[in-house]
């Protein structure tokens, strides 16, 4: 065994995570919430708005898999079963999976709906793909399946880390919590 | 004598192509596009169904006339509901006024193969004078015109109420067009 075990997440690695999660919450919900509007210029700037953030959150999504694969993010508890490490393993990657792909579908949807993504209005993302009606409204359901599969997994997310903090009584969510650090470095 | 024959050939082929006139507009063939700005980001649009009478003889430009009627509910925004909004009553109000219509009044030649068409074009209710450019080349038994104009949409009333204001959609449209009509 190597000495080199962690305990907790780095600070940034916290600010990351909390960061994205406000992020992804208010996209989810926005995304959700915009989509039922019937068409007015609020309609639109909050689907510009949805754009922007979900650049956003594409490109923060960068920065956390950077320090993700320069940063070794604490063990798991000794005690955690065989299966349930798997599992924990296997839900935090179908988070990154979803994380990359659900901005992807976006940005293809909307090259494809013939709406071209300008972040904040002054930078344009190039259209990968044409103008083509059936391709769009396929990529608006694939956006949308990819989002109800999230918030599954977001579900089981949430789940987990309660499950750990409630019944488990370990330290897998204290150790993501903001403070944790410096009250473990006494 | 050769050279006798063949000016008069000439003489007899040029008066062959002057009365070229170009009338019967292929609709399938021919478009009515349209952009605007969405929040400074340009989107494409078009018109499904119009209909044209044209009258052109590049050798005569001073008689030809053109005039359009433009469908404004086979409007295509990309969007089906962007496409029953802009057929509704804050925008073009397709019920009372189910098309936007051009009428030529003169046609100038520029020189080389640029025209310049000036007419009216009445939208909603409001009409506005207006100078198009636009280019033709004739292209076997078909003229092509190419051309392309800005209207402000406050001009028309063009968007009303809450879509008034500027800052989502854009004042100025684009218009372009691509023409072909085939000779008789
Ligand atoms: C992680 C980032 C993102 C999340 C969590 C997210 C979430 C959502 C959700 C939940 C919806 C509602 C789906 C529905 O009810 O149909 C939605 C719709 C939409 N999203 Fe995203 N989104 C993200 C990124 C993006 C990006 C990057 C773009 C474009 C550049 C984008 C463009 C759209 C559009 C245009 C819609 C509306 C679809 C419609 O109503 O037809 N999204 N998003």
């Known amino acids: 065994m190597k000495a080199t075990v962690t305990t907790h997440y780095t600070a940034t690695a916290k600010l990351l995570h909390w960061l994205m999660a406000a992020l992804l919450f208010g996209l989810l919900a926005l995304g959700f919430y915009m989509h039922d509007l019937p068409l007015s210029p609020d309609k639109l700037k909050l689907f510009s708005w949805h754009k922007w953030a979900g650049v956003s959150a594409f490109l923060l999504l960068g920065v956390r898999l950077l320090w993700r694969l320069t940063h070794r993010p604490p063990a798991l508890p000794e005690a955690m079963p065989k299966v349930m490490r798997f599992a924990a393993h296997a839900g935090h990657l179908m988070l990154y999976l979803l994380m990359i792909a659900i901005p992807l579908s976006g940005w293809l949807m909307s090259s494809a709906k013939g709406f071209q993504t300008v972040y904040f209005g002054i930078l344009p993302i190039p259209d990968l793909l044409d103008k083509n009606k059936e391709l769009g409204d396929l990529l608006a359901l694939v956006h949308k399946s990819l989002n109800l599969l999230f918030i599954t997994v977001l579900a089981g997310h949430i789940g987990a880390a309660l499950k750990h903090h409630f019944i488990d009584k370990d330290d897998i969510l204290t150790r993501m919590a903001p403070r944790h650090s410096k009250e473990n470095r006494a | 004598m050769k050279r006798i024959t063949l000016a008069l050939a000439f003489a007899t082929l040029i008066p062959t192509v002057h009365a070229v006139e170009y009338t019967q507009v292929q609709a399938d063939k021919s478009a009515v ?77 520029l020189g080389g193969n640029r025209y310049e068409v000036a007419g009216k074009l009445t939208i909603k209710g409001h009409t506005q004078d207006l100078v198009i450019p636009a280019t033709f080349a004739a292209q076997g038994n078909s003229g092509v015109f190419d051309g392309s104009f800005t209207i402000r949409r406050a001009d028309f009333t063009i968007g009303e109420g809450s879509w008034a204001k500027f800052d989502i959609v854009a004042n100025d449209v684009l218009i372009k067009f691509h023409i072909i009509a085939a000779s008789k």
């Open chain 2, 33 to 109: 596009n349209f952009t605007y700005k969405q929040m400074g980001v340009a989107v494409d649009g078009k018109f499904r169904k119009f209909s044209s009478s044209l009258n052109f003889d590049p050798a005569k430009p001073a008689n030809a006339k053109a005039s359009f009627d433009v469908d404004l509910a086979s409007v295509d925004t990309g969007a089906a509901e962007g496409d029953d909004e802009v057929a509704g009553k804050a925008w073009f109000n397709t019920k009372a006024f189910p098309a936007a219509r051009f009428v030529s009044a003169s046609i100038k030649a």
